[in-house]
């Protein structure tokens, strides 16, 4: 079975310029999960999503994020303009919520961004 | 509001060792408690998980976790570590209703000797 997919994997861009990253969830998954991971900050929540509507966005640091979830396979986390202090690896995850509550979430492998 | 404690940064051990990494988490009613593991350049891999019932749970690649709530625990152990356990390791806990999401502690970094 295929895991959460992102692309890209990695993305090296200048400051400014928009930055836009993409999840495919684990299909018959109705929660999505965004996370930026650094040395400094660690493992954050930024946004989440269930059955495509967003629950939480309070984790988003700034309105140069943002991020949508248009359809149950496909959610994009855009920063713009981007900033060299929003390099990190950024993760989405998925899981199967019952009755809203939490079970495991399924990491993807990351996209690292890099903004010079 | 949850939060986990994983006291220790960082985990030296020789290979064939037993291992226990600490977890210790706060939540007011009966919590999900997780163990991820993330090897360098990776994402996160479930290894296992705690929902109810047998307070000793089993996971992948001979991991096992206890949790005990009267000292508000999920310590993970491994008999007999491996050189390619070698790793960061993640405790989280997780909520019920609407507020769907994991709670995760700072990680572990797990080095093992030869």
């Known amino acids: 079975d295929a895991g959460v997919i992102q692309s890209p994997r990695h993305e090296v861009t200048e400051m400014g310029q928009e930055v836009t990253l993409r999840c495919k969830p684990i299909s018959g998954h109705n929660s999505l999960f965004w996370y930026r991971q650094t040395m400094m900050r660690g493992l954050e929540l930024l946004i989440y999503f269930n059955n495509n509507v967003p629950i939480d966005d309070s984790g988003m640091p700034e309105d140069r994020f943002s991020a949508k979830m248009p359809n149950a396979s496909f959610s994009t986390l855009k920063i713009q303009p981007s900033e060299p202090r929003d390099s990190a690896v950024y993760f989405c995850?998925?899981?199967?919520?019952?009755?809203?509550?939490?079970?495991?979430?399924?990491f993807g492998p990351g996209t690292r961004l890099t903004v010079t | 509001a949850q939060s986990v404690t994983q006291p220790d940064i960082h985990i030296t051990v020789s290979e064939g060792a037993s291992l226990e990494l600490r977890c210790n988490y706060s939540?007011?009613?009966?919590?999900?408690l997780f163990w991820y593991v993330q090897s360098p350049g990776q994402g996160l891999q479930l290894l296992l998980k705690?929902?109810?019932?047998?307070?000793l749970v089993q996971g992948i690649k001979g991991f096992e976790a206890e949790f005990k709530r009267s000292q508000s625990s999920f310590n993970l152990r491994k008999p007999s570590v491996h050189w390619s356990d070698a790793a960061e390791y993640f405790c989280?806990?997780?909520?019920?209703?609407?507020?769907?999401?994991?709670?995760f502690g700072t990680g572990t970094r797990l080095q093992v000797t030869l």
């Open positions: 939540y007011g009613a009966t919590p999900y």
């Open positions: 995850a998925s899981s199967l919520a019952h009755g809203g509550t939490a079970y495991e979430q399924y």
């Open positions: 989280a806990v997780g909520s019920t209703g609407t507020a769907s999401k994991l709670t």
């Open positions: 705690y929902f109810s019932g047998d307070t």
